[in-house]
């Protein structure tokens, strides 16, 4: 079994930054893509951020240039570096795992990690 362990959101002021991060512990499996996600208020989920097993980034027009995914694969846990933040930053993040288990792919989603952006 697969577990995913967030951390990093809180409070911030506009401009500030934030690191979020995701674990992901278990054994026998291989993760190959890894992304972060967020949902404001009254909105649909969105996502934020990707980066596949081989390193290939893909993020929202909205927060290019402020905001920087990364993985580390011997720690099986991703980031989410922010910078600039702004108030429509405010929402819940989640990170979410694609991983193989016995070449049976799977998706988890991590428990989300409140970010709030106010002065």
């Known amino acids: 079994q697969v577990q995913l362990v967030e951390s990093g959101g809180g409070l911030v002021q506009p401009g500030g930054s934030l690191r979020l991060s995701c674990a992901a512990s278990?054994?026998?499996?291989?993760?190959?893509?890894m992304a972060w996600y967020r949902r404001a208020p009254g909105k649909q989920r969105e996502l934020v951020a990707a980066?596949?097993?081989?390193?290939?980034?893909d993020y929202r027009d909205s927060v290019k240039g402020r905001f920087t995914i990364s993985r580390d694969n011997a720690k099986n846990t991703v980031y989410l570096q922010m910078n600039s933040l702004k108030p429509e930053d405010t929402a819940v993040y989640y990170c979410n795992v694609g991983y193989y288990m016995d070449y049976v792919p799977y998706d988890l989603w991590g428990q989300g990690t409140q970010v709030t952006v106010s002065s």
């Open positions: 278990g054994s026998g499996f291989s993760i190959y893509n």
């Open positions: 980066v596949t097993s081989g390193g290939t980034t």
